[in-house]
């Protein structure tokens, strides 16, 4: 069975720190790798995924993740963040393709602290 | 402009009342999904549907139902509301991807319904 992990649930950083949310997932079969963000008051929107290909993705916002298999990690980053970046943030895993259902972590909860 | 509606962002019930919660999808997206989002556990899984009359349970369809009767329209049912059932509910619809670099396994998420149960 799939399952995410979101170490912290909540991270405090000053603004124009660089920020680190940290993901690990576990599954036996190739996966599909979503980081979700949730602005206060809204449904989620996706900031990037990870399918195929190049393990590090780049995504809105200035946001990228790494994939790293060995590690079973997706840490989502950011150089240098500002106050607007202030939401929770959602990692998330499915099986390739079809119906199949996602599994979310607990969320982080990112303060940014001017 | 992909677009996910729900009936109400707030809804306040009592104990015991039938409650209906409506999501509609503009995508014509074969997958519906509803989660129920709590402080500390993230979202969890009700019900999804891959087909219009298909449905399977998600990880906790204790004390809810669904119905999808169109493609585009995911009804999640709370036939006696309790108070654990207070919570954040988020719809959510995804296409059906043909392979693994279609970049099709996106969710798009409704704004949500606060629901309070008395």
């Known amino acids: 069975a799939q399952s995410v992990t979101q170490l912290d649930s909540q991270v405090p950083v000053f603004e124009e720190a660089p920020v680190e949310l940290r993901c690990n997932y576990s599954s036996s079969v190739s996966v599909y790798l979503f980081w979700y963000v949730q602005y206060p008051n809204q449904g989620l929107q996706l900031l990037l995924k990870y399918l195929s290909g190049s393990t590090l993705v780049k995504g809105i916002n200035g946001f990228e993740a790494e994939f790293n298999k060995s590690q079973t990690s997706f840490h989502l980053r950011k150089p240098s963040v500002h106050i607007s970046d202030t939401a929770e943030y959602f990692c998330?895993?499915?099986?390739?393709?079809?119906?199949?259902?996602?599994?979310f972590g607990t969320g982080t909860k990112l303060q940014v602290i001017p | 402009d992909v677009k996910v509606t729900q009936s109400s962002r707030y809804l306040v019930k009592r104990t015991g009342e039938k409650v209906f919660l409506e999501c509609v999808q503009d995508m014509d997206h074969e997958n519906m999904f509803w989660y129920r989002q709590d402080p500390g556990l993230g979202l969890r899984l009700i019900y999804f549907?891959?087909?219009?009359?298909?449905?399977e349970k998600g990880d906790i369809p204790e004390g809810y139902s669904v119905s999808r009767e169109k493609k585009e329209r995911f009804s999640l049912i709370l036939e006696s509301a309790s108070t654990n059932q207070t919570s954040m509910y988020l719809c959510?619809?995804?296409?059906?991807?043909?392979?693994?670099?279609?970049?099709?396994?996106?969710?798009?998420f409704g704004p949500g319904t606060r629901l309070t149960v008395l």
């Open positions: 549907s891959y087909d219009v009359k298909m449905k």
């Open positions: 959510a619809s995804r296409r059906t991807s043909g392979s693994s670099s279609s970049g099709t396994d996106t969710q798009y």
């Open positions: 998330a895993v499915s099986y390739s393709g079809g119906y199949q259902k996602v599994t």
